[in-house]
Each structure stands twice: as C-alpha cells, then as structure tokens.
C-alpha cells in the first residue's frame, strides 16, 4: 500500500521537475499495470495502456488538484476510464487467460503451475464478476488500497464499497466451490 504523496511533492511535478515526474512513475507504475493487467488479462494491452496512463498523467497534471481525490485515486480513475474506452473500442469481454507474470523465485516447477492455475481460475472467477465488484476486488486485494480510496477512486460511499466487496467475496467463493477449487 502506498501512502499518502505529500503537496509539496505534486507541486514540484506540476512545475515540471523531471525527477519528481520520473519518482511519480516509479512509485505507481506496478499498481497501475496490475490493475489493469487483471482488468485487460493481456500482457500487451495492460503494458500499452499502463503507458497511456502515464502520458494522460503528464498531459493533465497541471489540472489535477487534491482537494477531493488523492493522486493515486486519480490515477486509478485515469486506469479505469482507459481499460473502459478499451473495451468500448474493442466490443469483447473479458474472457481472455490470465497468466502469472509475477513469478517469485525459487519455486519448484510443481509449485508454479499450481499457483498459474489458480491465478487462471482466479481471472475467469474474476470475469464472472459485475464490472463494479471486480474493480472493488482489484484494487482492495491485488492493489492494496485502502476502502476509503477505492471510494475515491470509483466515486462511491465507503459503505457500497464494503457492500461490493462482500457481494464479490460471496460471489467467488460460489463460483470456487462450484469449479471444485480449493481456496485456503
């Protein structure tokens, strides 16, 4: 979970400073691509778009302003709206494999293909899902953000926050147990 970006600092960015720019990137790069990453299932499309995400930051950085958004909800909402006009343009669902490119290391090959196929049952669990709760899922157990920015982000009370994300768990918990999948 990342913490709270101090003013200054997006000051220092809206004017400019190529470090600060770069230092924004670094920090939520990785969040940005595995969200979308989980909402595209393509290694490609996550990539592309997590650098539109970027480009779209610098362009409209002059204008973001944190009296009702953090910089990351803002971010967030600049993935969401991104990973929505893809599918807009696209007309497909959702229903591409999902792969793990996060592999740690050190695993023994058994291992590994466990975890690929539950991280590829997880995505079409996940696919299963109403747009709204699998966002809520994404960003609380995968991003890690706090309840009260994925309201933010998703322009919601963090009370239908907490409601989507248990109507999600009960959600993929039916939709494991009927796939006969094992969850700890």
Known sequence: MLEILSPSLIRRAQEG??????????????????????????LQTAEDLTSEVFLRMVEKLSSY???NLSFQAWLFQIARNLSID???????????????????QGNEPL????KELTIEK?????????ENQRDVIIMRFVIEMPIGEVAKTLHKTEDSIKGLQRRALISLKDILVEWEVTYV
């Open 17 to 42: 400073e190529p470090m600060v720019v770069g230092a924004l990137y670094e920090r939520y790069q990785r969040g940005i691509y595995r969200y979308l990453y989980y909402r595209v299932g393509d």
């Open 65 to 67: 302003s944190d009296q």
């Open 86 to 104: 893809h599918y807009r343009k696209m007309s497909v669902q959702n229903n591409v494999e999902l792969q793990d490119e996060f592999p740690e």
């Open 111 to 114: 291992e590994m293909v466990a």
């Open 122 to 130: 997880l995505g079409h669990a996940l696919a299963q899902l109403p």
